[in-house]
């Protein structure tokens, strides 16, 4: 009879303990409910604060844009939590892209030269896109838990950037650490102070830029009205871009 007296004990402990667990379950998501954040993809993805930076983003285009009608301030709230969702999905499939990119790429490293960069281009149409996609993956992963709200906050140029430099990883870590609300343009520069590109990078960089500035030059002027081409300097033209195009793809 005592043994049955405690297994009732036991089980009635268990019962309550189990109701407590989900009376706090349900009232963190009562007050989240109350506050406005709980939302239809709550506990799917990890949503990150925004910075005063892009709060006050959104506090200016609200102010800039209305005509009078609207309720800034009453539609500020939203448009914060939605932007926060937004930039929450959008770093949950890099996620996703980046796992999955990484994971063909252990497969194909082991076949020849430029299985992978083949592969990239067929999926994605381009290289760059999902390397950085991966680099992004791989830096993610590697840092700790404690900083991984910080990443997702932080522009993704920045994190494919400082993704790509060949420094020590710690000094990365450092860097992250060191985020401070800046927008892409100051961290890029940021960047280059901390992490300085090797001359021969440099040059590289150089001969892009080069590359980039010719081009926009061509386009001005084939945008001009009298800008003309004859039947075959269309064509010979259209398979000089193919080819570039195609060149481009594989670097």
């Not at 089980?11 to 998501?29: F, Y």
């Not at 709980?38 to 005509?67: M, N, P, V």
Request: proline share 3%; glycine share 4%; charged share 25%.
């Amino acid at each position: 009879m005592k043994r049955m007296d405690m297994a009732n004990v036991n089980a009635l402990l268990s019962e309550r303990l189990n109701t407590n667990r989900q009376s706090t379950k349900m009232a963190k998501m009562a007050h989240a409910s109350a506050t406005g954040n709980l939302t239809s993809f709550s506990g799917i993805f990890s949503i990150s604060d925004l910075s005063d930076k892009e709060k006050q983003l959104l506090e200016d285009i609200l102010k800039e844009y209305t005509t009078g009608e609207q309720n800034p301030e009453h539609d500020l709230p939203a448009l914060m939590q939605l932007t926060s969702e937004v930039k929450a999905i959008n770093s949950q499939a890099i996620m996703l892209h980046g796992e999955r990119i990484k994971k063909v790429h252990d497969i194909l490293i082991q076949y020849k030269e430029g299985a992978f960069t083949t592969w990239l281009i067929a999926a994605y149409g381009n290289r760059q896109t999902p390397y950085n996609f991966m680099q992004y993956y791989e830096l993610h992963a590697k840092v700790p838990k404690k900083l991984h709200a910080v990443v997702d906050s932080m522009p993704k140029q920045a994190i494919y950037t400082l993704a790509s430099r060949d420094v020590n990883f710690e000094k990365k870590l450092e860097f992250i650490e060191s985020y401070n609300g800046e927008t892409k343009t100051e961290l890029l520069a940021k960047i280059r102070t901390w992490f300085p590109l090797p001359q021969e990078d440099k040059r590289q960089a150089n001969i892009k830029e080069t590359l980039v500035q010719g081009l926009t030059r061509l386009h001005k002027l084939v945008k001009q009205n009298t800008f003309r081409l004859s039947k075959d300097e269309k064509n010979h033209v259209k398979d000089l871009i193919e080819k570039l195009s195609n060149q481009i793809d594989q670097k």
